[in-house]
């Protein structure tokens, strides 16, 4: 038996723990612009959420309580112009976990491929992997792939590591080709309220798929806009035969949110006050970081949504990654994200108000 372990590529950030260390040996001390964590405070609505439901001695259902699924459709109406039953809803255990298991929970198989973008979270490739599918990477899913192989393709917009977003008329363009193939159609949605020079639209948007939701699914989390990423909290919705599948063997295999988790996804859903908040520092945040690359040097691309900005000044990433770190400040190199990245690096804007100043100061 072959360990799992030994289909897998090397865990990515391992790489970078060298440059970790010389970054953290700085007078100062470090600066970690690499990964795209929360830092600041859970809002206390949610906390207090959670306290209040902390003694829930039975088993949750997978489904989720009829009161969450109500409040994820409610947000999909409200915040996104979408219209979903809740029956057509399911919370996740964190977004990561659906992203690696999707392909099998959804049953592929050794030949079938899983199509994701060029510049992308690694876990995509490791769903395909995990379910001995084959990864296949596009530029433009409508002229690279092989419609034939392909039986899930996965968007994700706004991007990560890019920031890049997809208009209505182009997920139109996707959706209206996969659906003309019979192929599954996810969309990463993560940092959807996280758009700045852009307005993000998910694929259940009427305008992108036509008021029916055949063949998609859309993804999104708390992790980002509630500051939700130690609670493990996500959250899909879209086709109903799709949902009622993936809740089949997810009932059997035990992919149950908590019960005080789900009460706390509740008031965050809920609330919008805190959402605003948090992207008011996350506003400031990006402002400041990318004057200061400009400042020194960088290109930046896209990046017009989500966490990141995507920067380059047009030599190898580690070389980046090197250089900063010698100033204290750590970030991600492009490689990460596939060969198209690597003269890329990305800089995450999720640390704290002191560290990001810290990080303007070293990079002038």
């Not at 969450?68 to 409610?74: D, T, V």
């Not at 989390?221 to 035969?241: E, H, I, M, T």
Request: hydrophobic residues 40%; contains cysteine.
């Amino acid at each position: 038996m072959r360990p799992v372990s030994g289909r897998l590529p090397v865990f990515p950030w391992d790489r970078l723990e060298p440059y970790k260390a010389v970054a953290a040996a700085h007078p100062g001390g470090i600066v970690d612009l690499s990964v795209g964590t929360p830092v600041d405070p859970v809002p206390d609505l949610v906390r207090k959420a959670l306290a209040e439901n902390s003694d829930s001695p039975g088993y949750p259902f997978a489904w989720g309580t009829a009161e969450l699924r109500e409040a994820i459709a409610g947000w999909f109406a409200r915040r996104l112009g979408v219209a979903v039953e809740p029956s057509a809803t399911l919370p996740l255990i964190g977004s990561k976990e659906l992203v690696g298991w999707l392909p099998t929970l959804l049953g592929l198989e050794p030949g079938d491929q899983v199509a994701y973008p060029e510049l992308a979270y690694p876990t995509y490739e490791i769903g395909a992997l995990m379910a001995h599918a084959e990864p296949v990477s596009y530029r433009d899913p409508v002229t690279d792939l092989d419609p034939a192989r392909v039986k899930l393709l996965w968007l994700n917009t706004p991007s990560n590591p890019t920031g890049r977003t997809l208009d209505a008329a182009e997920l139109r363009r996707i959706v209206d080709w996969a659906r003309g193939h019979g192929i599954v159609v996810v969309s990463d949605e993560c940092y959807l309220e996280l758009g700045w020079e852009a307005d993000p639209v998910s694929v259940l948007h009427p305008d992108v798929c036509g008021g029916s939701h055949e063949g998609l699914l859309a993804v999104n989390s708390l992790s980002k806009r509630s500051n939700f990423a130690g609670y493990r909290g996500s959250y899909l919705a879209g086709d109903a035969d799709l949902v009622k599948e993936l809740l089949g063997v997810r009932k059997h295999t035990g992919m149950m949110v908590p019960y005080p988790v789900q009460a706390a996804m509740i008031a965050a859903l809920g609330d919008q006050a805190h959402v605003d908040e948090q992207r008011e520092r996350y506003a400031r945040r990006r402002a400041a970081l990318r004057e200061a690359l400009a400042g020194a040097g960088f290109r930046i691309e896209h990046s017009e949504a989500s966490l990141y900005l995507w920067a380059t000044r047009g030599e190898p990433c580690w070389d980046t990654v090197g250089s900063l770190a010698e100033r204290g400040v750590l970030v991600a190199p492009g490689e990460f994200y596939g060969p198209a990245g690597a003269e890329f690096v990305r800089v995450a804007f999720t640390a704290t108000d002191e560290r990001v100043a810290e990080a303007v100061r070293r990079l002038a």
